[in-house]
């Protein structure tokens, strides 16, 4: 597993930074954040778990973060991705174990 401090981010403006696609990663991850906001994330998994999403079957564009991201069970908290209707998966991180 990877370091999350090797992950490496490149900023698309100042309020978007991707993760490019690589390895498994069938998808980029795009995490919407202000630089502000980035210096204090990277205490958890989180960047890892938008990289995670991005290998899913069926994921469609690109594996999203919000600002609020923080480490969840699968996806992030703060995380969001589409899913083809018939090659994609349904996962309950992604719907949240809490909601029922």
């Known amino acids: 597993m990877k370091d999350q401090k090797s992950i490496h981010l490149?900023?698309?403006?100042?309020?978007?930074?991707?993760?490019?696609?690589h390895d498994a990663m069938r998808v980029p991850g795009i995490v919407y954040i202000d630089e502000d906001?980035?210096?204090?994330?990277?205490?958890?998994?989180?960047?890892?778990q938008v990289e995670n999403?991005?290998?899913l079957p069926g994921i469609v564009h690109a594996s999203l973060a919000m600002p609020d991201?923080?480490?969840?069970?699968?996806?992030?908290?703060?995380?969001?991705?589409?899913?083809?209707?018939?090659?994609?998966?349904?996962?309950?991180?992604?719907?949240?174990?809490?909601?029922?």
């Open 69 to 100: 991201i923080h480490w969840g069970y699968g996806f992030p908290i703060g995380g969001v991705a589409a899913f083809d209707l018939n090659e994609g998966v349904v996962s309950p991180g992604g719907v949240g174990y809490d909601i029922n």
């Open 10 to 21: 490149r900023k698309m403006d100042d309020f978007r930074f991707m993760i490019e696609k």
């Open 53 to 55: 999403v991005a290998t």
């Open 37 to 48: 906001l980035l210096k204090i994330l990277g205490t958890d998994e989180s960047m890892k």
